[in-house]
Antibody, heavy 119, light 108 residues
């Protein structure tokens, strides 16, 4: 059974860099895209981007200039960095994976990390 | 367009059938998936790739699609189905994933 466990700093100041890591347990890293998704308080889900085992990435257009997703296959982990954060980046951040290698139905989610940006 | 549109709120009487819809151009190319989210919890996938239910999801949940509209149907809604529901799909025009704005389902 696939399990995703994520961690990272929960309180940032404006202009700092958000950094989150997601560890994958119980499944091979290859053959899938691994995603980051966020949800501002009281709002809907927003896809940030994805990476596969070989490091190929896709990002939401509006975040592409600030977001970097990387992978460490030896540790079966992938990470999100988002630079120059503002209050608008305050959200619960989730890592996630599709139910299969060709599905965009995210059947596996991390527990979520609340990141608050405040001076 | 890289948007999926959902009605903000829908209500259903206990035991009745409700349909939640999701509209967008990307649905002409890619299947929709659906998520249930209760307060303070991570989303839970209830339907993927148009009409597939993950293990453990009750069969009162079903999905369908026609043209640019995908639908999630709950047949015989239960009190525990009260939640926010989100759709998503791939958008090939911008090569990323899009989510709908969510529908708050109230079970009366």
């Amino acid at each position: 059974q696939v399990q995703l466990q994520q961690w990272g700093a929960g309180l940032l100041k404006p202009s700092e860099t958000l950094s989150l890591t997601c560890a994958v347990y119980g499944e091979s890293f290859s053959g899938y895209y691994w995603s980051w998704i966020r949800q501002p308080p009281g709002k809907g889900l927003e896809w940030i981007g994805e990476i596969n085992h070989s490091g190929s990435t896709n990002y939401k257009s509006s975040l592409k200039s600030r977001a970097t997703i990387s992978v460490d296959t030896s540790e079966t982990q992938f990470s999100l960095k988002l630079n120059s954060v503002t209050a608008a980046d305050t959200a619960v951040y989730y890592c996630a994976r599709g139910v299969s290698g060709y599905s965009y139905g995210y059947g596996y989610w991390g527990q979520g990390t609340l990141v608050t940006v405040s001076s | 367009s890289s948007e999926l549109t959902q009605d903000p709120a829908v209500s259903v009487a206990l035991g009745q059938t409700v349909r939640i819809t999701c509209q967008g151009d990307s649905l002409r190319t890619y299947y929709a998936s659906w998520y249930q989210q209760k307060p303070g919890q991570a989303p839970v996938l209830v339907i993927y790739d148009k009409n597939n239910r993950p293990s453990g999801i009750p069969d009162r949940f079903s999905g369908s699609s026609s043209g640019n509209t995908a639908s999630l149907t709950i047949t015989g809604a239960q009190a525990e189905d009260e939640a926010d529901y989100y759709c998503n799909s791939r958008d090939s025009s911008v090569n990323h994933v899009v989510f709908g704005g969510g529908t708050k389902l109230t079970v009366l």
